[in-house]
Structures are given as C-alpha cells and as structure tokens.
C-alpha cells in the first residue's frame, strides 16, 4: 500500500560511476519530484514533472538527469558521480496546490 | 525570490508543555504552506496543508495558522509528547508547482 516508493533505500558508489534511482506512485498524481537533502538536512527541488512533461528544472548540474515513461514514474539518472553528490534524494508526487507525498529516499553515498 | 525562515532551529521540550514553532516567507504571493515532520532517516510526512484561503488548520493535537500579510505561519502542538520529536519543516507552496523549504525546527521532547 505504499504511496511513493523509492529504489533502491541506500546506494554506495564510486567516483565516476552512472548510477539511476527509481521512483513509482500509486495515487494517480499528475506531478511528481525530485528533491536532495544535503548534509545540513536542507531540502531543495530539482526537478518536477507534470503528466510526463519537465516543469520544473533547477540548477542543477547536466549530469542528473530525470526521465518520466508515465505519470506514475520519475526515474533519476545520475552520470559521472562526485564526491559532492552524496545526499538523500527524495521522491514525491502530489496535485497542484494540494499536498505532497515524499518517498522514504534514497541515501545515495559517493566514495 | 521566496525565502522561507524557521524559528526556532532546536527546541528541547519536557513532555507535556504546549508549544509554538514559527515560520516566516518573504513573498507572500503563495498559493499554500505546509507543515511536515521528518524523522531520521526517514520520509517526509505531511502534517497540515493551509491553502492561501485559509487563516488555519487543525489536525488532532496540531493547529496550524497562515497570514500571508506578514508572512508568517505558526504551528502550535498541544500536550507534547516524546513520540512529537522529529524535525518539522515549514514549506511554501508557489506557482509552477514550486515549493521552497525551511531549513527545519528540530523538537525534543523529552519525558
């Protein structure tokens, strides 16, 4: 029954290695994101998709790339990942203007 | 460009005492704000969601209010108790879908 599911929980990676992260909803929602918690529990958007299409694109660097086969999935696809990369990256979908339903993340770990 | 404020960043509290955490927005051109609960290592958890409408929402022992005039939201938590402790973040909601985040009030609850 689990509303936004993210996979895989923890990943741990080297430097340089391409690495995606999968995220599924089963509310029906038209929108969902991807957020990144850095080491000082700050949240930030990265991307969002509304019905497939991109709508929100911070800066973020080329090499994180989402893609959305369908309204219920936003999959995240990091290239060439660094040190810096290391964070909690969240999942949640929800409809404009209402509330939003996070994922439990992914603790991504760069070595 | 929205920036969302929370006061205070760490609150230890003995169970029971009532208390208030506090948020603030510099734009207040939001469409809603919402208050989540984060516990380690855990998801996001959606506690209350006040549309720009409303001037409050209650949800058991959590009341939360809005007024955009100041640009401030409170979110007050009756008869605290230990299983209250986590990391509530204030987040407002603006057009094309983006939300701009607290950096969080981490609460103790001590018993």
């Known amino acids: 029954d689990t509303a936004v599911s993210q996979t895989p929980k923890y990943l741990v990676t080297q430097m340089g290695n391409d690495k995606s992260i999968k995220c599924e909803q089963n509310?029906?929602?038209?929108?969902m994101y991807w957020y990144k918690q850095d080491s000082k529990k700050f949240l930030k958007i990265m991307f969002s998709y509304n019905n497939k299409e991109l709508i929100i694109n911070e800066t973020v660097p080329n090499r994180f790339s989402p893609k959305s086969p369908d309204k219920a999935h936003l999959n995240l696809h990091i290239n060439s990942l660094e040190l810096g990369d290391s964070a909690v990256y969240f999942c949640?979908?929800?409809?404009?203007?209402?509330?939003?339903?996070f994922g439990p993340g992914t603790r991504l770990l760069v070595l | 460009k929205q920036e969302v404020t929370q006061i205070p960043a760490a609150l230890s509290v003995p169970e029971g005492e009532n208390l208030v955490l506090n948020c603030s927005f510099t734009d207040s051109a939001i469409y809603n704000l919402q208050w989540f609960r984060q516990d380690p290592g855990k998801g996001l958890t959606s506690l209350l969601l006040?549309?720009?409408?409303?001037r409050e929402q209650t949800s058991g022992r959590l009341n939360a209010s809005l007024d955009k005039s100041s640009g401030r939201s409170t979110l007050y938590i009756a008869a605290s108790q230990p299983g209250d402790s986590a990391t509530y973040l204030c987040i407002s909601g603006g057009s094309n879908y983006k939300l701009t985040f607290g950096k969080g009030t981490l609460l103790t609850v001590n018993p």
């Open positions: 949640a979908s929800g409809d404009f203007q209402e509330t939003q339903y």
């Open positions: 509310l029906g929602h038209d929108t």
């Open positions: 006040i549309q720009s409408s409303q």
